[in-house]
């Protein structure tokens, strides 16, 4: 399935425009509680994030913590879709973007997903590939099933076109979406070693037009933002 309209709700919860002094700081507490545990995350991945660093990090106690989420699986799963809801809107908008074809709006998907993978670092790492709670796992399938939706009907459309040779649009997506994500894996793991990121996002845009035989883009289509 594709992401669910309650997911990306859940990242932007809605607020009333004027709040009492008591609500407002249940809110900012809530907020620092989320930050610190983004924060922690970012360090040393979900494994790093316990409880305790986190309400020591965010200057509340474990019990505070408990007020605002019932469990560490629903604060980490709370980041996780309002992170990844984030991401995949960008994925998004630079598709729709872009009307130069197929082949170029695959790019631009590719290539800002990578990007923003990249500058993300650690953060990225855990969130693409890291074990954590089965509510993140959950939100995790649900989030790639989104990504390979989008990549089909890219394809579906392009074929459509005559962009691209007929094919098994559903394998072809599962296809993209596991370059896109697996390649990264090691750079992401091993932030200690150089990357020159361009030059890696280019090749993984190269690989994922090559496995579609994409035709018809330029060096501006491929070096993607």
């Not at 994030?49 to 007020?67: D, E, F, M, N, P």
């Not at 074990?131 to 392009?158: C, I, M």
């Not at 394998?171 to 990357?195: C, F, N, Q, S």
């Amino acid at each position: 399935m594709q992401p669910q309209q309650s997911d990306v709700a859940a990242a932007q919860p809605a607020l009333p425009e004027k709040l009492t002094a008591a609500q407002a700081r249940r809110v900012a507490t809530r907020d620092s509680i989320l930050a610190a545990a983004r924060e922690l995350i970012a360090e040393d991945g979900f494994a790093g994030a316990q409880v305790s660093l986190i309400a020591v990090r965010a200057g509340v106690g474990v019990g505070s913590i408990y007020k605002h989420f019932s469990s560490r699986a629903e604060l980490f799963a709370e980041i996780y879709r309002d992170v990844a809801a984030r991401e995949f809107a960008h994925v998004q908008a630079a598709v729709a973007q872009t009307d130069d074809g197929a082949g170029a709006r695959i790019a631009a998907a590719v290539a800002t997903f990578c990007a923003r993978a990249l500058r993300g670092g650690r953060f990225a790492y855990a969130l693409l590939v890291e074990h954590s709670e089965p509510d993140v796992d959950e939100h995790r399938l649900a989030f790639r099933e989104g990504y390979r939706t989008l990549f089909r009907e890219v394809l579906d459309q392009g074929i459509d076109d005559g962009e691209i040779p007929d094919q098994d649009t559903d394998t072809a997506a599962a296809a993209l979406l596991g370059i896109m994500t697996e390649t990264l894996v090691r750079p992401l793991a091993d932030l200690d070693e150089k990357t020159n990121s361009q030059a890696l996002i280019r090749q993984v845009v190269n690989l994922c037009l090559a496995t579609v035989q994409a035709r018809g883009l330029n060096q501006t289509d491929v070096d993607g933002p």
